[in-house]
């Protein structure tokens, strides 16, 4: 435990064997805990583990007992048999497409409210600051069927619009993150700036936007997550094979395939890659976001 | 300021009128946040309008509807499958939760103890709260499998027999508690933040007045986290409430509506059975439950949450 430390600073005058004694309880909790969190982490790994392994052996190893973890020859028929019985390549092709374009619109439409919230003294701001808190409380399904209403009014059912258009017009969850980070740069910049005759648009992308790099890139990979996994919203609007994303696509793929476990678990991991990889590269940013949203909540 | 009006009189006015700059200030904000406005009147406060108005119609959406008054809440009231969805909705978080809380909390103080790789550590235990989703609601149905899965055959390594899990009544929301829990990382790196937060002179004062590691955890840890936790539990407890994939993927909802969640039951009544209106009705009872539940909480933390005048 951090206290040891200090335990042990103020004993520094002892005997050597004193010390030892001090330590050994110490020694012996970090093993324990060292064995605690290896057991831990087995056990939270193990499932994508297992899911690797499934789809990777061939069909007569999925269903032994015990588990054949390491299957005796590695087998990617799996892969090619399951991404040729619905169009994946699709999918794929649609899920990049609509996650790209609204990091961007996310990022644009937040960051631009978030700056006005930050920085602006306007009449009512803080008000409506308050009601865009409230807003974060509320639950989608409220708005969920007056919105579908809504657009097949307009005839949008079954294209990309439904899931395009809210994000580009903020979202308060990422509109509180990055006002509150947009708050801790110091407006002494945007006083000079403004002395030289520079309007609040050009503070905002020449000052503010530059040096909220990391606070962007939190607000870009938690959308390019939510995206990424968004079910619901899919699931209601887009009813064509062809237009599904991954999520849905992948929903669809288990009802006709739930009996060969093998191609399921192949496809789901061909789901999964993207986000694994974007976690690997992207760690400090999943980390940061989460520590920011929750803290300074 | 002085110096901004000084500026702005030599420049030469090009257009008839002239704006203070309060009043350009006032223009700007209102078209930075522009985005949110549109949001806010056009998708959610004139949608909860409609929606409180669909909740008050029978209405299929293609063939015309029925104003029937509050007709929908009272069926609601006596409707089985309703209040069989609110059990489960229910049981899922308050179990859930709280078992989700201890266990995050847990991980974060045992990786907050000084410990080697602690990146390494924090990536695996985080890494599935991060791809939620239909994938893993598949996975998971695969790891719940009774003969198959993972959990049975570790069980069975135990000695133990486990229970058929989403093919039984009783074990199927055990089952998703379980899935829940393995998503416990996002908590678990907000208590870690907030454990490393706290001052180590308090300890360091707790420890000059003879205080135990015990009491230090009890008297110091627990309230200097009660901000964190806080904001866990009320995140926590809407998400849970909201709960749809995993029954939708993995159970349909059975066996005989075990895992028939608020959600789903509103997503089958709209989107299957086309009853638009009792769907809306539904969504409201949620918003309520889900602000109800939220309130007790908010309310009650006036008794247990500590607030250090630093920590804001």
């Given at each position: ?6 335990v ?14 001090t330590k ?8 324990v ?20 392994s ?5 069909e ?8 054949v973890?390491i ?15 619905l ?27 978030a ?6 003294r ?44 809210p ?6 969850y ?21 002395i030289?005759?520079?309007?609040w ?21 938690q ?11 899919p ?63 | ?27 700007a ?32 959406l293609?063939?015309?509807?029925e ?26 978080t ?23 790789a ?65 998503g416990?990382?996002?908590?678990m790196?907000l ?19 003879g205080a ?22 009320l995140?926590?407890?809407i ?14 909802g ?8 608020m ?18 009705a ?9 602000l109800i ?6 309310k ?10 630093a920590?804001?």
């Amino acid at each position: 435990m951090a206290a040891g430390d200090r335990v042990q600073a103020t004993t520094r005058s002892e005997t050597d064997w004193q010390v030892v004694l001090t330590k050994a309880p110490r020694i012996f909790g970090k093993i324990v805990t060292y064995v605690i969190l290896a057991i831990g982490a087995a056990i939270f790994a193990l499932p994508f583990l297992w899911m690797v392994s499934t789809s990777v052996k061939p069909e007569y190893l999925v269903y032994q007992i015990p588990i054949v973890w390491i299957p005796p020859e590695l087998d990617f028929s799996h892969f090619v048999s399951g991404w040729k019985i619905l169009p994946f390549l699709a999918f794929y092709r649609n899920t990049i497409f609509l996650t790209v374009v609204n990091i961007i619109g996310l990022v644009l439409s937040s960051s631009l409210v978030a700056f006005g919230f930050a920085r602006i003294r306007f009449v009512g701001r803080d008000w409506i600051f308050l009601v865009l808190l409230a807003t974060m409380m509320l639950p989608g399904q409220i708005t969920l069927i007056p919105l579908y209403v809504f657009w097949a009014k307009l005839g949008a059912v079954n294209s990309f619009w439904p899931l395009i258009v809210p994000q580009w017009l903020a979202n308060a969850y990422n509109v509180f993150l990055l006002r509150q980070f947009f708050m801790t740069i110091s407006p002494e910049l945007d006083d000079a700036a403004r002395i030289d005759g520079a309007g609040w648009s050009k503070i905002y992308s020449r000052i503010v936007m530059p040096q909220a790099k990391p606070a962007l890139g939190v607000v870009a990979i938690q959308a390019f997550a939510w995206n990424w996994n968004s079910f619901l919203g899919p699931l209601i609007y887009l009813n064509e094979p062809r237009k599904f994303t991954i999520a849905i696509g992948l929903s669809l793929f288990e009802t006709q395939q739930s009996e060969n476990m093998g191609e399921t678990m192949a496809m789901s991991l061909v789901a999964l890659v993207p986000v694994l990889i974007m976690f690997f590269v992207a760690q400090r940013y999943f980390i940061q976001g989460i520590v920011i949203s929750g803290v300074k909540g | 300021m002085v110096d901004l009006t000084a500026k702005r009189k030599s420049v030469p006015k090009s257009r008839g009128w002239h704006l203070s700059p309060r009043a350009r200030d006032n223009i700007a904000g209102y078209l930075f946040i522009m985005p949110f406005l549109v949001h806010f009147v056009g998708m959610i406060a004139l949608a909860m309008v409609f929606s409180l108005g669909i909740s008050m119609l029978k209405t299929d959406l293609l063939t015309g509807y029925e104003f029937v008054g509050v007709e929908n809440y009272a069926k609601m009231l006596k409707d089985p499958l309703f209040w069989k969805a609110l059990r489960v909705t229910a049981y899922y978080t308050f179990a859930l939760v709280p078992l989700g809380t201890i266990l995050a909390l847990s991980i974060a103080l045992l990786l907050n103890q000084e410990v080697a790789a602690l990146g390494f550590w924090r990536s695996v235990y985080y890494l599935p709260s991060v791809v939620a989703g239909v994938a893993v609601a598949i996975l998971w149905q695969w790891m719940l499998n009774p003969r198959f899965g993972l959990l049975n055959q570790g069980l069975a390594f135990l000695g133990i027999k486990g229970p058929r899990w989403l093919y039984s009544e009783s074990w199927a929301v055990p089952g998703f508690i379980i899935m829940g829990l393995w998503g416990a990382g996002g908590s678990m790196l907000l208590y870690l933040a907030g454990l490393q937060g706290i001052p180590t002179p308090l300890y360091e004062a707790a420890e000059i007045d003879g205080a135990n590691g015990w009491q230090k955890f009890w008297k110091i840890t627990i309230p200097m986290l009660t901000p964190t936790i806080y904001f866990n539990l009320l995140m926590n407890i809407i998400g849970s409430f909201q709960v749809f994939t995993q029954s939708y993927i993995m159970t349909g909802g059975g066996p005989n509506n075990a895992t028939l969640t608020m959600v789903l039951y509103l997503y089958r009544k709209a989107f299957e059975h086309l009853r638009f209106g009792y769907a809306s009705a539904l969504a409201w009872a949620l918003f309520f439950i889900i602000l109800i539940f939220t309130m007790f909480v908010v309310k009650s933390s006036e008794s247990w949450v500590y607030y250090e005048g630093a920590l804001t």
